[in-house]
Nanobody
């Protein structure tokens, strides 16, 4: 059974930085596409960024230049470096994994989900 565990959330001031981690456990192959989502009011999930096993990445325009996805395949861990955080970035961040390298699939592509880590941006 595949399990995802996020960490790295916290409280920062506007302009601050956080680095989230997502470790994929229970899998013998580090070939998952890993994505980051933010839970929005109402329970839906807003796509933020993803990265495949080859290091190819895609992120939404609102975070380009501020957020960077990366990964360490040897550690089965993906990261989301978040810089210049703003109050609008606050929320629960979840990682999700899919058995594909294609970056632009729909949300249903992701079969495995973590429980999330809270990011708070407050003066």
């Amino acid at each position: 059974q595949v399990q995802l565990l996020e960490s790295g959330g916290g409280v920062v001031q506007p302009g601050g930085s956080l680095k989230l981690s997502c470790t994929v456990n229970g899998s013998s192959r580090a070939n998952y596409l890993v994505a980051w989502f933010r839970q929005v009011p109402g329970g839906d999930h807003e796509f933020i960024a993803n990265i495949n096993v080859h290091g190819e990445r895609w992120e939404v325009d609102s975070v380009k230049g501020r957020f960077t996805a990366s990964r360490d395949n040897g550690k089965n861990t993906a990261y989301l470096q978040m810089d210049n955080l703003q109050p609008a970035d606050a929320g629960v961040y979840l990682c999700a994994a899919a058995t594909t390298t294609y970056l632009y699939g729909p949300r249903s592509t992701y079969l495995y989900w973590g429980r999330g880590t809270q990011v708070t941006v407050s003066p």
